[in-house]
């Protein structure tokens, strides 16, 4: 070996010591790796004897995507206990009048894509969009051309519209079960007496038309007193949905819509705290003046809106 051969030796001898002690020692990672994945691959396997074929593949599939994010972002105890008693909370908080879990996934957009996944794109089939955490079974009927606001507050609007499957056809006697926050963007079952207002349920007439009295829709934030709105303030998010009413639509032989019809114009569509908008979904509510005659007759004091929604549902298992 010539003196310069040997002096590069001595030189990328000593690069190389260097290099090991700036660089975490690749076998302890390699080791580290093993250990973790030993760890995913016992509670896989804890899954084997599962008589249910589907319930074995969620479970699987949750545990390999949950264990993916820890060990992606190296989640340390702390954070993993604070966890804890974040989901604790969100369980203390729910009751028989408000579900945080709802609002959690709504908030973290599993709701819509749990809902994109079920209801497929189908012709020109109405878009379904969240089902919000303040539906109630139960809601009083009422006949079309009558008011499902039940003395809520908030400004008059006229509702109306067809219920038609996607080829066409007028569907009579489908359900429509409608449903709001009042203009101090509540909803009845927020307050202590056990009121029931702004929601109904009513039915399509024999050409397949529906009508109904109800509030302009206005914007209003989400419930954030819980840990969901402490979430929200934490990543810097605001709690405020853009204005909407509920829509829930059956007939026999086609898929139930679950939908909101929002308001054009409103600073919120594009900010909604639960990603529930969608443009078809955008509808014009038209405020008419104070004096303007109603479709119905009624007398309305001071200004009110009407709006249109032609609602077409896509066939059972579409």
């Known amino acids: 070996m010539s003196p310069t051969d040997a002096q590069n030796l001595a030189v990328q001898r000593i690069e190389y010591a260097e290099a090991e002690q700036q660089t975490p020692c690749r076998p302890v990672k390699a080791r580290q790796a093993e250990i973790e994945e030993d760890v995913l691959q016992r509670v896989i396997r804890s899954f084997d004897g599962c008589a249910d074929p589907r319930l074995k593949r969620v479970m699987v599939s949750l545990v390999e995507h949950l264990h993916a994010f820890l060990r992606d972002v190296r989640l340390t105890e702390e954070e993993w206990g604070e966890a804890i008693k974040f989901l604790t909370a969100v369980g203390h908080i729910t009751d028989d009048k408000r579900q945080e879990f709802i609002l959690l996934s709504d908030t973290l957009g599993a709701s819509m894509q749990t809902i994109a996944i079920n209801n497929e794109a189908y012709k020109d089939a109405t878009e379904s969009t969240v089902w919000g955490p303040f539906f109630v079974e139960?809601?009083?009927?009422?006949?079309?051309?009558?008011?499902?606001?039940?003395?809520?507050?908030?400004?008059?609007?006229?509702?109306?519209?067809?219920?038609?499957?996607?080829?066409?056809?007028?569907?009579?006697?489908?359900?429509?079960?409608?449903?709001?926050?009042?203009?101090?963007?509540?909803?009845?079952?927020?307050?202590?007496?056990?009121?029931?207002?702004?929601?109904?349920?009513?039915?399509?007439?024999?050409?397949?038309?529906?009508?109904?009295?109800?509030?302009?829709?206005?914007?209003?934030?989400?419930?954030?007193?819980?840990?969901?709105?402490?979430?929200?303030?934490?990543?810097?998010?605001?709690?405020?949905?853009?204005?909407?009413?509920?829509?829930?639509?059956?007939?026999?032989?086609?898929?139930?819509?679950?939908?909101?019809?929002?308001?054009?114009?409103?600073?919120?569509?594009?900010?909604?705290?639960?990603?529930?908008?969608?443009?078809?979904?955008?509808?014009?509510?038209?405020?008419?003046?104070?004096?303007?005659?109603?479709?119905?007759?009624r007398v309305v004091e001071g200004t009110w809106t009407r709006t249109r929604f032609d609602i077409v549902l896509a066939p059972t298992g579409s």
């Open 138 to 297: 139960g809601s009083p009927e009422i006949q079309n051309g009558e008011d499902m606001s039940f003395g809520a507050a908030g400004q008059p609007c006229w509702v109306e519209g067809t219920v038609t499957d996607t080829e066409g056809n007028r569907l009579p006697g489908a359900r429509i079960e409608v449903w709001e926050a009042d203009a101090d963007g509540l909803y009845d079952v927020q307050y202590a007496d056990g009121r029931v207002a702004a929601r109904a349920h009513l039915f399509a007439d024999e050409n397949g038309a529906y009508r109904f009295w109800g509030g302009t829709p206005t914007p209003y934030p989400i419930p954030y007193d819980g840990p969901v709105g402490k979430m929200l303030q934490a990543v810097g998010r605001s709690p405020y949905r853009a204005s909407h009413l509920h829509f829930m639509v059956t007939a026999p032989g086609c898929r139930r819509l679950v939908t909101h019809i929002f308001v054009a114009g409103d600073d919120l569509l594009d900010k909604d705290s639960v990603f529930g908008v969608k443009e078809s979904l955008i509808k014009d509510f038209v405020e008419q003046s104070a004096g303007t005659p109603t479709p119905d007759g």
